[in-house]
């Protein structure tokens, strides 16, 4: 079976139209300054994975040998959609047996898509590798990592204030409807955790129903400091917007940041939103920041402030929300935390909604990372049955 990946946000109508009016579009969308780039498919095939980043050029790139499907022809009605989209930069993980069909086409079934989302000062390469597992292990689902605003590659692209969760999840809402996707399972990590509860506290649609919701290591209202050797989120945004805006290496920021007390891990990870300098192809006289810090800190503020305890104490039909506690995140779960979601357990709708608490053994906060497996059993449930 040939492997079919898609990322598009244009679409035709009439099988002999499309060569056409695909080059067309493409090379309109060039004009506006975004690339497509197909990467190809990962170890043994066992699934495609496709990119559309805004603003990054990658030409000279050796295109490899798939075949592309246009997404739902209903796209090409909207408003301005010759131009690229503008909205967030994403990638698409496909499973081997993910097949893309216009909405008008009754005759395939819509594949099930898993929208995952990261943390404050994170990027969609944070779910990357766990993303590849899942497509793996669940071959008929696809799977959207995102570059929130202000974030990794989205970070270019320009959003009017505030930088709030809702405007956050308004944004990946808009993005899933101008792909003509149907997100049956949310995940979201920290932050992202709040932003997944507002994407189904704004939008009937484009969520469907059933949808899962999984907040990792979150909560829904106040979100409380790392205790000692832990991380502290406003202190590292304070931090590095101390620092220079192009550095010589990234040892030099990691051990400013071990000097200032951070961790190693955090370190670490922080260093991975910094791209090097100069033009591609020539060798690197440093690095520079892919985020846009001042935004970070607005969202974060945002994040402390935001309290959706009302939309899980009330849940709409057909929503499941799922909590994931980090056994080793003790400071972020306050006992009266636990508490009230254990109580809106007792209050779950009929027809598959609910709000349900799990313990990941053996992790701190970054689940993911920590313990992988374990993670992956938790969350193997809700791609299973479609």
């Known amino acids: ?62 295109q490899p040998s798939v075949r592309m499907a246009l997404v739902d022809e209903r796209i090409s009605q909207s408003r301005n959609m010759a131009e690229p989209s503008g909205i967030l930069a994403y990638e698409l993980v496909q499973g081997a047996l993910v097949r893309w069909t216009s909405a008008t086409d009754k005759s395939i079934r819509e594949s099930p898509t898993a929208v995952l989302l990261h943390g404050i000062l994170g990027s969609r390469k944070n779910w990357g590798t766990f993303a590849r597992r899942l497509a793996q292990a669940f071959p008929t689902w696809q799977f959207l990592l995102v570059d929130l605003r202000c974030h990794g590659d989205s970070a270019s692209i320009k959003k009017r204030r505030p930088h709030t969760v809702a405007s956050t ?70 931090f590095l917007s101390k620092l220079p805006k192009e550095v010589f290496s990234k040892r030099e920021v990691v051990n400013a940041l071990l000097q200032e007390g951070f961790s190693k891990d955090v370190a670490q990870w922080v260093v991975t939103n910094l791209r090097p300098t100069g033009s591609p192809g020539l060798a690197s006289s440093g690095f520079s920041w892919v985020f846009d810090l001042e935004g970070i ?62 313990v990941l053994e053996d992790a701190g906060h970054w689940v993911h990372a920590d313990n992988p497996d374990g993670l992956f059993r938790i969350l193997s449930s809700s791609f299973q049955g479609f």
């Open 1 to 62: 079976m040939s492997l079919a990946t898609a990322v598009s946000n244009f679409a035709v109508s009439g099988t002999a139209a499309v060569a056409d009016s695909a080059e067309r579009r493409l090379k309109s969308e060039s004009h506006f300054g975004a690339q497509l780039r197909i990467s190809r498919p990962y170890k043994n095939g066992a699934f495609g994975s496709s990119r559309l980043s805004l603003g990054q050029s990658s030409s000279g790139a050796k």
């Open 169 to 238: 999840a308004l944004d990946v809402l808009k993005l899933v409807g101008q792909l003509r996707i149907t997100p049956r399972v949310l995940v979201g990590h920290s932050f992202g955790g709040k932003v997944v509860l507002s994407m189904v506290d704004q939008a009937a649609k484009p969520l469907g129903r059933p949808v899962k919701v999984w907040v990792l290591d979150a909560t829904p209202g106040k979100v409380r400091a790392g205790g000692d050797g832990d991380d502290h989120p406003a202190e590292l945004i304070s």
């Open 297 to 358: 800190a607005e969202m974060y503020q945002s994040y402390e402030e935001t309290n959706l305890w009302k939309l899980v104490e009330n849940l709409p039909r057909g929503v499941h929300v799922n909590f994931l506690k980090a056994e080793r995140s003790l400071h972020r779960w306050a006992l009266k935390d636990l508490q009230r979601i254990h109580a809106a357990e007792e209050l779950a709708v009929d027809g598959g909604g609910g709000v349900e608490m799990h």
